[in-house]
């Protein structure tokens, strides 16, 4: 089974434009969920999607967004970038059923706002 | 929504010697609790969780304990090897994962 796929892998912007990275999750599994990971902050929840629903949010301005496909695949986009929205955005999916436990990981994206 | 605290941030030990990292947890609905490992430049991956009806499971050298009461919960890892070092993270989440919350993460380092 192919893994959890995230594209761009590095992206450099500048203050003010927008970016959207993509997530393509494990074959059958319809739920994908999104963090943000800087140094000393851990992995910060952002959202997460099922069956082209956003079920959850996380603590995030309203510049952060998302949106999933039919297909399970899922974009996340930032507007009006900022220098502090420099890291790297993790994407990972799982069955989204009840009990089902893990998350998959993707390798990231790793923006870098100039 | 959960919050999770971790610590310690940064923990070194001898090769050999056990290695502990604590989380604790807000939401009392909280009932799966998995610990994540990311070496360096890698993905997350997870090495070992634990479900609310169970107390402690062991795999090989690790092992987690979960006081439910207390909402804390603690990932040991005993003969710590070099290929231990990376940072660790431990998460809590309601089950059907659409809220899955990290700590900040230990970085732990196993000294040769």
């Known amino acids: 089974k192919a893994g959890v796929t995230q594209t761009p892998r590095y992206l450099i912007k500048t203050r003010g434009q927008q970016v959207t990275l993509s997530c393509s999750p494990i074959s059958g599994h319809r739920s994908v969920s999104w963090y943000q990971q800087t140094p000393g902050q851990g992995l910060q929840f952002l959202f997460e999607y099922f069956s082209e629903t956003q079920r959850n949010k996380g603590n995030f301005p309203g510049r952060f967004s998302g949106r999933q496909f039919s297909n399970s695949r899922s974009e996340m986009n930032v507007s009006t970038l900022e220098l502090g929205d420099s890291a790297l955005y993790l994407c990972a999916s799982s069955p989204g059923l009840y009990n089902t436990g893990e998350l998959f990981f993707g390798e990231g994206s790793r923006l870098t706002v100039l | 929504g959960e919050n999770v605290e971790q610590h310690p941030s940064t923990l070194s030990v001898q090769e050999g010697d056990s290695a502990v990292i604590k989380c604790t947890y807000s939401d009392s609905a909280s009932n799966y609790f998995p610990w994540y490992k990311q070496e360096l430049g890698k993905r997350p991956q997870l090495i070992i969780d634990?479900?609310?009806?169970?107390g402690e499971k062991k795999d090989q050298r690790i092992a987690v304990t979960l006081n439910k009461t207390a909402k804390h919960f603690s990932l040991h890892i005993t003969e710590t090897q070099p290929e231990d070092s990376a940072v660790y993270f431990c998460?809590?989440?309601?089950?059907?994962?659409?809220?899955?919350?990290f700590g900040a993460g230990t970085r732990l380092t196993v000294k040769p």
């Open positions: 998460a809590a989440s309601n089950g059907n994962n659409n809220d899955m919350r």
């Open positions: 634990i479900r609310s009806n169970v």
